[in-house]
């Protein structure tokens, strides 16, 4: 991963990377000229290293409220790519020139306003590059994450650890069973109670998909 500068490809001495909107209001707006020559260098450079194989220019990124919500499936997807250049905007916005000439994707992580698009980046970037092959010590950590796939996108059910017995409370038994059987059903019960509890929205959709089976549709009734 590199980064790069806006500043670093300014003309006047105060390395001037934004200025007023046009048409009044509060707030700076990043210029195109800085941003798009950091993008080429970044381009340039991306295309003279030997550990990237895809061929052409990477796909431009810009961290925006307007984007595309961000998923889990799309870290799926973004983490079978030969990567991306990112676009972190700060101030007012990116003037939409540069927008409409040189970004390929807007990604949202929220309805709600950061700074800047720098921890944006960083939380997209974290959530790809442990989806990639060596990076965890266990790969099933990945596979059994909240929202994924084979889990019906689903939140993940609660995990324990020792001691047994913590300021009166216990592991649940079924943890401590060594009954591989009982202990999926467990984590499965538990991951749908959870969803339920706290993202509906979730558990309609994978009844939408026809991923609840018989008996998670009745113990979602058991729960009501």
């Known amino acids: 991963m590199a980064l790069w500068n806006p ?8 390395r001037t990377v934004d200025d007023r909107p046009y048409g009044g209001g509060p707030g700076m707006v990043m210029m195109s000229e800085p941003l798009e020559r950091a993008l080429t260098a970044a381009q340039a450079d991306r295309a003279r290293r030997p550990d990237i194989a895809g061929p052409g220019e990477a796909p431009v990124v810009l961290l925006s409220p307007a984007g595309r919500p961000y998923d889990q499936a799309a870290a799926r997807d973004w983490a079978r790519t030969d990567g991306a250049v990112f676009i972190c905007g700060r101030y007012e916005g990116v003037d939409q020139r540069f927008i409409d000439r040189c970004v390929t994707h807007e990604i949202s992580l929220g309805d ?15 959530s790809i590059v442990r989806l990639l092959p060596e ?18 996108g689903l939140l993940d059910s609660p995990h324990y650890t020792r001691p047994e ?4 409370s216990a ?36 009844r939408a998909r026809g991923d609840l089976s018989s008996e998670d549709e009745a113990w979602l009734t058991s729960l009501r």
Do not use: K
């Open 7 to 14: 500043r670093d490809f300014t003309e006047d001495v105060h």
């Open 112 to 126: 709600y306003v950061l700074s800047g698009g720098e921890l944006g980046a960083m939380v997209v970037i974290d």
């Open 135 to 152: 990076v965890l010590h266990d790969a099933q950590s990945a596979e059994q994450d909240s929202f994924n796939p084979a889990l019906t």
């Open 165 to 168: 017995l913590w300021q009166d």
């Open 171 to 206: 592991v649940p038994a079924e943890l401590l069973s060594g009954h591989h059987a009982r202990i999926t059903v467990w984590r499965r019960r538990q991951s749908i109670a959870l969803t339920g509890q706290r993202r509906p929205d979730l558990i309609e959709a994978a």
